[in-house]
């Protein structure tokens, strides 16, 4: 092919009813995935990057560059039966052999005789000429189209094929040609549609690598990103118009997700300023920017000076007539403004009624909200975390560590008594958003002080991917801890539960136990988190859940699982052979932090240092595969290598005063862990002190490579002397013993070659 062969470029548009904002979330990246598989598997591949999608509410398009003419020749080959039983003593063809031929409609003589993994087959090989590209396409596009996934998906008219919105036309163009596609029926062409109201409702498009700009002349902006950009733009230039605001600024509801959903709901944006009666600003300030943002997809405006919420918002309105006057947009200005103004009069009416009842006063309704079936109410819930959130508690909290009594357990469980309570309320019911949120205020208005009312809206962290969880209290982290086992528990402790599977999470178990996860990790926590899940186990009797020992494997490897993602997250270098060698070395869940503190430091450790500790772990496996860590006698050493060696393990295990360690009864270096009393380190040493003190300590490990190696080359382990055979057993283990306290070194073998015993 000559160069020019390359220079084609595709266009598919898809032009729909107006699509759901959640189905535009992921149809444009996912229509791009699917075209760069089809065609990577049909011999057509092209840099990813050559593919361009584009979407509106009423229209999904790519655009592929670089495409070639032709499809390559495609080889053929098909594996037959094996020789013995395709061809007879003869070497004629058996029925086996025939019928192969016949289910692949090839002639039986062209089958060949080929060799494979030691054993003869009946093997037919051809090659199919490739075909034109644009001839593979009109194959191809209906197969990528329909394949969309999403929720709600319609079947429309008589048709058999259903779709997130109905299709109302296709535009499919090679270079400046048509090439005909069908898709239920619908023929395409190169027409497409404008704006609703505009006096050009159709146009035709003549090339498809112009496909944008064309777009752009019908005042239709089809790349996201770049509508994103024009609406941040026309927001900031509406705000600094404002009146009465001496330092405006735009107010989003949460990160950046209002400004992403208005763009997938419009495709000519303009924005509009709407007012409203200030006397609704005594509601909480997050009350009227949720019910703008949630239920009318308005944006709030601060002053950000004073940080009070004015009475303006701006609408960002699809300006489906390009011609569109003052008038008309004041209009549409108005109603707006009635639609909120009724809005916020219901938001008001919630608001003293739930203020009326009390957090207090609403909790008995719990006892009517089913928390999961099986698993009794949102009442029964809150009170096992009456008796689990004072637990975590006294684990985390350092006043229980000083005198034995936590001051912080008593506030979770007044905060565990009323966390669920807002769930019942008029406000929260009418926006689902605010849940949590209200909790706080009510309690607030109550007169909780603030570390417990605060402690119910957090208890819902993280609200959103990649929220921070530092900086909680640590009412807030056992109370959040405890919900959010409780909520595992329960569920993985259920006959027939509906776990997670693929894809599928119907109970969110999976973000779950992620924000369990992050939050003992980004707080350092030292927690026996495995201690924390089965109390909340025992708090289950009445529903009768399966036995602790039949659910924790289930819980412990699902975690794990979500503990390896958070892992990869933090290290993206790390290799699967360190994580197995940290993890082998003791439950995780038993303290997360020692766990962490430990992978950091093998990450962190310099590798050449590394490998003299696994250097030696390496050939110490291939010896002890079942540890005597019986007591070590020097008396029985026949070599001063022994001797060399034991030395070196008791200076790096005994205290200032080493000659103890031989005595036989104490002679157990492994449990002296490098005496950490001497490191000055405490179990209440931060995570950074535990980081260091495992880096320090896997430095001293390295200095036994020496003699270690010497051992093994002037001693023979396996002597034909029991007793002595022993010993240097035992030797051994106390080392593999030692190693393992921190890693299972052994495991990391993608660091050393050629290590012999």
């Known amino acids: 092919m000559t160069q020019s062969s390359y220079d084609n470029h595709y266009l598919l548009e898809i032009g729909t009813e107006e699509l759901p904002e959640t189905f535009l979330k992921t149809a444009p990246d996912e229509l791009k995935e699917r075209f760069h598989k089809a065609l990577t598997s049909h011999g057509l591949a092209v840099p990813v990057e050559s593919l361009s999608h584009y979407s509106t509410p009423r229209r999904l398009a790519i655009v592929i560059s670089g495409l070639p003419s032709m499809q390559p020749d495609q080889p053929i080959e098909l594996k037959g039966p094996p020789v013995s039983v395709g061809l007879n003593a003869n070497g004629e063809f058996t029925q086996a052999a025939v019928g192969f031929a016949k289910?692949?409609?090839?002639?039986?003589?062209?089958?060949?005789?080929?060799?494979?993994?030691?054993?003869?087959?009946?093997?037919?090989?051809?090659?199919?000429?490739?075909?034109?590209?644009?001839?593979?396409?009109?194959?191809?596009?209906?197969?990528?189209?329909?394949?969309?996934?999403?929720?709600?998906?319609?079947?429309?008219?008589?048709?058999?094929?259903?779709?997130?919105?109905?299709?109302?036309?296709?535009?499919?163009?090679?270079?400046?040609?048509?090439?005909?596609?069908?898709?239920?029926?619908?023929?395409?062409?190169?027409?497409?549609?404008?704006?609703?109201?505009?006096?050009?409702?159709?146009?035709?498009?003549?090339?498809?690598?112009?496909?944008?700009?064309?777009?752009?002349?019908?005042?239709?902006?089809?790349?996201?990103?770049?509508?994103?950009?024009?609406?941040?733009?026309?927001?900031?230039?509406?705000?600094?118009?404002?009146?009465?605001?001496?330092?405006?600024?735009?107010?989003?509801?949460?990160?950046?997700?209002?400004?992403?959903?208005?763009t997938r709901l419009v495709e000519n944006p303009s924005v509009l300023v709407g007012q409203f009666d200030e006397a609704y600003l005594t509601l909480p300030d997050i009350v009227i920017s949720t019910v703008m943002a949630a239920h009318q997809k308005y944006f709030a405006v601060y002053d950000r000076n004073s940080g009070k919420l004015s009475p303006y918002f701006l609408v960002v309105s699809n300006q489906s007539d390009p011609d569109r006057t003052s008038d008309a947009e004041a209009i549409i200005i108005k109603g707006n403004q009635r639609v909120l103004k009724a809005r916020l009069e219901d938001a008001r009416f919630f608001y003293e009624e739930d203020l009326k009842i009390g957090l207090e006063g609403r909790r008995a309704a719990l006892s009517s909200i089913t928390f999961q079936k099986g698993l009794g109410s949102l009442l029964d819930k809150t009170e096992r975390l009456e008796v689990l959130a004072p637990f975590v508690a006294a684990k985390i909290s350092s006043d229980a560590k000083v005198s034995g009594v936590s001051e912080v357990s008593e506030s979770a469980r007044q905060a565990a008594r009323l966390c669920k309570a807002d769930l019942a309320t008029g406000m929260v019911r009418e926006l689902t958003e605010l849940q949590g949120i209200m909790g706080t205020i009510y309690a607030e208005k109550q007169g909780l002080n603030s570390v417990i009312a605060g402690a119910i809206e957090r208890h819902y962290y993280p609200r959103f991917e990649g929220e921070d969880l530092g900086g909680l209290f640590e009412v807030d982290i056992a109370l959040n801890l405890a919900d959010k086992c409780d909520t595992l528990v329960a569920i993985f402790s259920q006959q027939g539960a509906k776990l997670p599977s693929g894809s599928k999470d119907p109970l969110g178990l999976r973000r779950t136990a992620m924000g369990v996860l992050r939050l003992i990790q980004r707080n350092q926590l030292g927690l026996n988190l495995e201690e924390v899940l089965k109390e909340a186990h025992s708090l289950l009797s009445k529903y009768n859940p399966t036995p602790w020992e039949s659910t924790w494997p289930l819980l412990d490897e699902f975690l794990r699982q979500r503990l390896k993602t958070l892992v990869w997250d933090c290290f993206p270098h790390l290799s699967n052979e360190r994580w197995e060698a940290v993890l082998a070395t003791q439950s995780p869940f038993l303290n997360l932090r020692d766990f962490w503190a430990r992978l950091e430091a093998i990450q962190s450790i310099d590798s050449t240092m590394l490998v003299q500790v696994?250097?030696?772990?390496?050939?110490?496996?291939?010896?002890?595969?079942?540890?005597?860590?019986?007591?070590?006698?020097?008396?029985?050493?026949?070599?001063?290598?022994?001797?060399?060696?034991?030395?070196?393990?008791?200076?790096?295990?005994?205290?200032?005063?080493?000659?103890?360690?031989?005595?036989?009864?104490?002679?157990?270096?492994?449990?002296?862990?490098?005496?950490?009393?001497?490191?000055?380190?405490?179990?209440?040493?931060?995570?950074?002190?535990?980081?260091?003190?495992?880096?320090?300590?896997?430095?001293?490990?390295?200095?036994?490579?020496?003699?270690?190696?010497?051992?093994?080359?002037?001693?023979?382990?396996?002597?034909?002397?029991?007793?002595?055979?022993?010993?240097?057993?035992?030797?051994?283990?106390?080392?593999?013993?030692?190693?393992?306290?921190?890693?299972?070194f052994h495991l990391i073998t993608n660091l050393i070659t050629n290590v012999t015993v």
């Open 103 to 262: 289910k692949n409609a090839i002639p039986v003589e062209s089958l060949v005789q080929e060799t494979r993994d030691g054993q003869a087959y009946l093997v037919y090989r051809s090659t199919q000429p490739g075909k034109p590209t644009p001839e593979v396409l009109q194959t191809l596009v209906p197969e990528v189209v329909l394949g969309l996934s999403g929720s709600h998906f319609m079947r429309w008219a008589n048709g058999t094929v259903s779709f997130s919105r109905p299709i109302r036309w296709l535009v499919s163009l090679w270079n400046d040609k048509d090439l005909p596609v069908e898709i239920e029926g619908l023929r395409s062409d190169r027409e497409s549609r404008g704006l609703r109201l505009a006096n050009k409702t159709t146009f035709s498009l003549s090339k498809a690598d112009s496909y944008h700009q064309m777009l752009k002349d019908q005042h239709i902006e089809v790349d996201y990103l770049e509508r994103f950009n024009t609406i941040q733009s026309l927001l900031k230039n509406a705000v600094q118009k404002l009146p009465h605001c001496d330092a405006p600024q735009i107010a989003f509801s949460d990160p950046g997700c209002l400004g992403h959903t208005v």
């Open 614 to 744: 696994t250097e030696p772990a390496v050939r110490i496996s291939r010896i002890i595969t079942a540890p005597d860590l019986g007591p070590v006698d020097p008396s029985l050493f026949q070599d001063p290598s022994e001797q060399a060696l034991w030395d070196a393990l008791t200076q790096l295990t005994s205290s200032q005063n080493s000659a103890h360690i031989h005595n036989p009864d104490i002679a157990r270096p492994e449990n002296l862990l490098f005496n950490r009393e001497q490191d000055s380190s405490s179990q209440d040493e931060t995570f950074e002190e535990l980081r260091d003190y495992y880096q320090r300590s896997i430095e001293r490990m390295a200095s036994l490579n020496t003699p270690v190696t010497d051992f093994f080359e002037k001693v023979l382990v396996n002597d034909k002397d029991a007793s002595v055979r022993q010993n240097r057993q035992r030797l051994l283990s106390h080392i593999q013993a030692l190693y393992q306290t921190i890693a299972h």
